[in-house]
């Protein structure tokens, strides 16, 4: 492999490793703090990414989609997590799968209702679509570099709230000792559903940012959802940062396995999980017990 592409590839799992992490960032949010496994989590990928096509087939935009796409999945995670999610905390693992896997059903029927099984390709934004020169012969998709930067400004102020804000105390301190902050006068509830709304907000813009790159189409978020799993058990539960550093190295294990040694590509992820937890069964960054 050339400098070149080899160069092109590790941008690649970069930027794919990025869009990883705001879908697991969500993903460990739910599980490790609210002790909820989200099935659905992909599905919400796929309805950011529905979203972006049919906003963007409407209006010709796809900077119009963005925004709303954080703030329809904001609105949507907190009603859902109110109306229904609520309901399940002090349920069984078991009745929470069974909840979310039905709410991938009827995402699934939604989408299909709605939209179609066709797939659909999102054009990139006229002003961004042409190529970044890196060196005299090597240039890379303007794109694919907005993606690496709005990923990585998100992941920095997700970590700065998280760890440096009021409210990340609160959200650590729910994860930890709820007993101890509804005491303190904090409504746990409250944390818990902004929680969701977050997760949920996050898992939508990655959709609709990866909409012009792997195009829409029917059951996208199932394979989003098992390699968002696969990078929250290998970062650690409920660890923003084992999230980051997970996805990141999930992201470059895939694509330049895909590159390399395409035949074993499929399984690569998998053995750096298993290899992985042989080292450390809690994750590289969980938290102290």
């Not at 997590?81 to 009827?106: G, K, M, N, S, W």
């Not at 996208?220 to 999230?243: C, E, H, N, R």
């Not at 294990?253 to 992985?276: E, H, Q, R, W």
Request: proline letters at 4%.
């Amino acid at each position: 492999m050339d400098p070149a592409t080899l160069l092109t590839q590790v941008l690649n799992g970069l930027q794919y490793g990025l869009l990883l992490f705001l879908v697991a960032s969500g993903l460990t949010l739910v599980f490790g703090i609210m002790g909820v496994i989200n099935l659905a989590h992909g599905s919400l990928t796929m309805v950011g990414a529905y979203l972006a096509y049919a906003i963007g087939a409407a209006t010709g935009s796809l900077w119009l989609a963005l925004p709303l796409a954080v703030a329809a999945g904001a609105v949507f995670g907190a009603v859902l997590e109110r109306v229904l999610i609520r309901r399940f905390y002090d349920r069984a693992h078991l009745d929470q799968v069974l909840l979310t896997f039905a709410l991938i059903l009827l995402f699934e029927e939604g989408r299909s209702l709605l939209l179609g099984n066709d797939f659909h390709s999102v054009p990139i934004p006229p002003v961004l679509d042409f190529s970044v020169p890196i060196s005299s012969v090597f240039s890379y998709s303007a794109y694919r570099l907005f993606v690496l930067a709005v990923c990585v400004v998100i992941a920095a102020a997700l970590f700065l709230v998280i760890h440096r804000t009021r409210f990340g105390g609160m959200i650590r301190a729910s994860a930890e000792k709820p007993e101890m902050v509804e005491a303190l006068g904090i409504p746990v509830s409250r944390v818990q559903m902004a929680v969701f709304a977050l997760g949920t907000a996050l898992a939508m813009l990655a959709g609709a940012l990866s909409a012009p790159l792997t195009s829409v189409y029917p059951n996208m978020g199932d394979g989003v959802l098992i390699v968002s799993f696969v990078v929250v058990v290998i970062g650690g539960i409920g660890s923003i940062a084992g999230a980051f550093w997970g996805a990141l190295l999930i992201g470059l294990v895939d694509t330049l396995g895909k590159a390399l040694v395409p035949d074993l590509a499929g399984i690569a992820v998998y053995v750096l999980m298993a290899a992985v937890l042989l080292w450390r069964p809690t994750g590289l960054f969980a938290r102290a017990a």
